[in-house]
């Protein structure tokens, strides 16, 4: 029995590897659609990521990363701080609260009031972090209902 299970692993293991390629391109393309969709949304003050010809990173992701892939990881920075970004993280329903990056699946953190909601706003502020910053892994999942579960949260903050 235990070289089925151990046959079976390696076959998920083969099909993760053989299918990353494709799913690298979906989580890049998807986060920077989502990245330029949110850039000039009224209740963000700004979009992280070094896809976005405004970001400050932007240079040196087009001269190490040749092929176009920057990342499915984004920041972006709502508008109200601490509140505004639990608010935002309570009305999501496609993207999940969670620490990991990188699933196949859209998910976020607000680092506040998750893995650094111990610290104040100014020792947040201190660390790089600003009280709204809200860590996005853009998933898999079809790009309108990624960003129509963004917008519905946005409009609720």
Do not use: M
């Not at 329903?93 to 620490?99: F, N, R, T, Y």
């Not at 898999?140 to 960003?147: A, C, F, G, H, N």
């Amino acid at each position: 029995l235990g070289c089925c299970q151990s046959a079976q692993a390696a076959f998920y293991i083969n099909l993760g590897i053989e299918t990353l390629p494709l799913r690298i391109r979906k989580h890049s393309d998807n986060a920077l659609a989502v990245a330029k969709h949110l850039q000039s949304h009224p209740k963000i003050s700004r979009v992280i990521y070094p896809g976005l010809e405004s970001d400050p990173s932007h240079e040196l992701s087009k001269k190490y990363l040749t092929d176009g892939l920057c990342s499915g990881v984004l920041s972006l920075d709502i508008k109200g701080g601490r509140e505004a970004g639990a608010k935002f993280i309570d009305n999501v329903k496609l993207a999940s609260p969670e620490v990991h990056v990188a699933d196949i699946k859209t998910c976020l953190l607000h680092p506040a009031t998750a893995t650094h909601r111990q610290l104040s706003d100014k020792q947040l502020e201190e660390c790089g972090i600003t009280p709204g910053l809200v860590r996005l892994s853009v998933g898999l999942e079809d790009l309108d209902d990624i960003i129509r579960d963004i917008d519905e949260a946005l409009e609720k903050v």
